[in-house]
């Protein structure tokens, strides 16, 4: 019943640009992409909560990523560009009521993509 499933995850040297998907079933209200990298905690990365409206972004990533969903509203994009060696991480997807529940690790994750970033 639940699925999330993401993609487009892989090798790209700095400066360079990658588009995450994820598709997901139950689609809730708050859709997230999160990223971890190895020894790192587990980092919120960008929400929209408002069908293609209310998109907010960590400091870190604001004016590089977009997040962004389909018109079928089942469908999560994350356009990552200018990318540096410190995106590397494996991204996630999650689904859920709030964004506060999903960083508290409240509802539905993907298996997660990883990016690499080369200097």
């Known amino acids: 019943q639940v699925q999330l499933v993401e993609s487009g995850g892989g090798s790209v040297q700095a400066g360079g640009s990658l588009r995450l998907s994820c598709l997901a079933s139950?689609?809730?209200?708050?859709m997230a992409w999160f990223r971890q990298a190895p020894g790192k905690e587990r980092e919120w990365v960008a929400v929209i909560c408002s069908r293609g409206g209310g998109a907010v972004y960590a400091d870190s990533v604001r004016g590089r990523f977009t997040i962004s969903e389909d018109n079928a509203k089942n469908t999560l994009y994350l356009k990552m560009n200018s990318l540096k060696p410190e995106d590397t991480a494996m991204y996630y997807c999650?689904?859920?009521?709030?964004?506060?529940?999903?960083?508290?690790?409240?509802?539905?994750w993907g298996q997660g993509t990883q990016v690499t970033v080369s200097s």
């Open positions: 139950p689609y809730t209200y708050c």
């Open positions: 999650a689904s859920g009521d709030s964004l506060g529940d999903l960083k508290r690790g409240d509802g539905y």
